[in-house]
């Protein structure tokens, strides 16, 4: 007996171990969800709101680079040339010249002494002969030396410079690509936000489908149970020969299209999770739980179906985007414009090269410092930045109707929004009333029935009432739901 009782002790222990170990697999295997949780997760895996984000960095980065064009800006240059001919100051016949001054010099002054020569004794002509020939050489040796000097030997030459230039007056298109550059970081601000909105939007709209299924979902099981009970009642009364076969069938005919009901509700709620699942990032197999799934009722917040067009215009990024087109066109046409103005810019650096020239020609780098001020002036182009100009002022004009156009859909949205939840509410307590009235009439018929008064017919069609009213009621909640949120997105206070 103590061996029995110590075995049960032991297998009761191992199945609470198991019970408790399997806790954690059964809380996760069903992810619960809340609406605001399902938007976070969607606002972090939506492949276009991160291509979003990336082109506000690239805005970003551009209008940095934009703001760099009023700074100086610092270069160096630098460059190597093989020439097969060297510069010549000299000409051929002036290097031939002064190679052979002494020589030339040296026969003219034979010439001329000759005659003076002869009159003097051997000795003296010979020293004089001597010394003209010295002098020869010594003016031959110069003048050689003075053709090397001369050489530049340019064949390889070898030149850097450092270069700084300051804009001082660009014609105003440093100013107008600024101000573009500032426009489309806000463009792409407004465009994320937009993509923001739109992405709430479709995963609210997913979100209340879900939960409209889920509930019609209980409603088809509820009523599926109703028609079974009914089924029942009937095959005792046909049992006591108190109804027929052919109320049993027709009962049986009801039965098959609840379960029938109930089947297409699953399938579409198995989708619809599917899609949910998609839009906030999950594997679409992804067993998920919402959190407005299991109420009594969807909880519906009161908010008023104001038709604010004002606040709209001022709220909706489609609308500030298209604003910032317009004013992109006309920051276009300015820039354009610069065209035509003169420009100004001050420069300063340093150069050197090799061989220089500062100090004759040397084989080495010498340089200097330089500081200008450059001026272009624009005189003719044959009317080019004026057709310019004329096709960017056109673009504004049909920037400016796109931007009118969109006000007026805008204003239209808004009404009709408005509009919408208006009658979401009035079907809403029409429906409400219609629930009351249906289970007033099935309790009705069901006593009725009972007592034998009503036939199954009666109460096949009570029953048939009040599933359409309860289904009514879901549907009118769903639909202020999402009217609501229709409207806040035309509004463009979706958050």
């Not at 064009?69 to 051929?92: F, M, Q, R």
């Not at 379960?259 to 699942?277: I, P, W, Y």
């Not at 799934?293 to 990024?317: C, F, G, H, K, M």
């Not at 805008?410 to 029409?430: G, P």
């Amino acid at each position: 007996m103590r061996k029995k009782k110590t075995c049960k002790k032991t297998v009761a222990r191992a199945l609470t171990l198991g019970l408790l170990l399997l806790l954690p697999l059964t809380a996760e295997a069903q992810r619960l969800l809340t609406l605001d949780s399902c938007r976070a997760m969607a606002l972090r895996n939506n492949k276009q709101m991160s291509v979003s984000k990336t082109k506000q960095d690239i805005a970003a980065n551009m209008q940095k680079s934009a703001r760099t064009k009023y700074l100086p800006h610092v270069s160096a240059v630098g460059g190597y040339v093989w020439t097969s001919k060297e510069i010549s100051i000299l000409s051929d016949d002036a290097k031939d010249a002064l190679s052979n001054l002494g020589t030339t010099a040296g026969a003219d002054l034979k010439e001329g002494l000759s005659q003076i020569a002869a009159t003097l004794p051997a000795d003296a002509q010979m020293r004089i002969g001597q010394e003209v020939s010295q002098f020869s050489s010594m003016l031959d040796q110069t003048g050689q030396g003075l053709v090397n000097a001369l050489r530049t030997d340019t064949r390889n030459m070898f030149a850097g410079a450092v270069m700084v230039t300051q804009p001082v007056f660009m014609g105003g298109a440093i100013v107008a690509a600024n101000k573009m550059a500032d426009i489309e970081v806000g463009m792409a601000a407004n465009t994320l936000e937009a993509k923001r909105q739109n992405t709430l939007f479709t995963i609210d709209q997913a979100y209340w489908q879900v939960v409209s299924l889920c509930h019609k979902k209980r409603l088809a099981e509820s009523y599926v149970e109703l028609v079974k009970k009914l089924k029942a009642d009937v095959q005792r009364l046909i049992e006591e020969g108190v109804a027929t076969k052919g109320d049993g069938l027709s009962i049986s005919v009801r039965v098959n299209e609840a379960e029938m009901a109930l089947r297409k509700v699953n399938d579409g709620l198995v989708l619809s999770k599917m899609l949910l699942c998609q839009h906030i990032g999950l594997p679409v197999s992804e067993q998920i739980t919402l959190a407005d799934e299991n109420t009594d009722s969807i909880v519906l917040e009161e908010q008023p179906a104001t038709a604010d067009v004002q606040l709209a215009e001022q709220n909706r990024p489609e609308l500030k985007v298209l604003q910032s087109s317009v004013d992109l066109t006309r920051q276009t046409t300015n820039l354009l414009k610069a065209g035509n103005l003169p420009q100004v810019l001050l420069t300063g650096g340093y150069a050197a090269t090799n061989p220089n020239t500062f100090n004759g020609f040397e084989k080495k780098f010498a340089g200097f410092w330089n500081l200008g001020v450059l001026v272009r002036i624009p005189i003719w182009n044959w009317g080019d930045v004026k057709y310019k100009v004329r096709a960017s002022k056109g673009a504004t004009t049909i920037a400016n109707l796109e931007l009118q156009e969109a006000r007026d859909l805008v204003e239209l949205q808004v009404n009709q929004n408005a509009f919408k939840v208006e009658e979401a509410n009035k079907r809403l307590e029409m429906a409400k009333a219609d629930i009351a009235n249906a289970d007033e009439n099935l309790r009705m018929a069901n006593i009725g029935y009972r007592e034998g008064f009503v036939n199954t017919t009666t109460v096949m069609e009570a029953h048939t009432a009040w599933l359409q009213a309860q289904s009514s009621k879901i549907d009118a909640e769903i639909d202020v739901k999402l009217s609501q949120v229709e409207l806040q997105k035309a509004l463009g206070t979706l958050e």
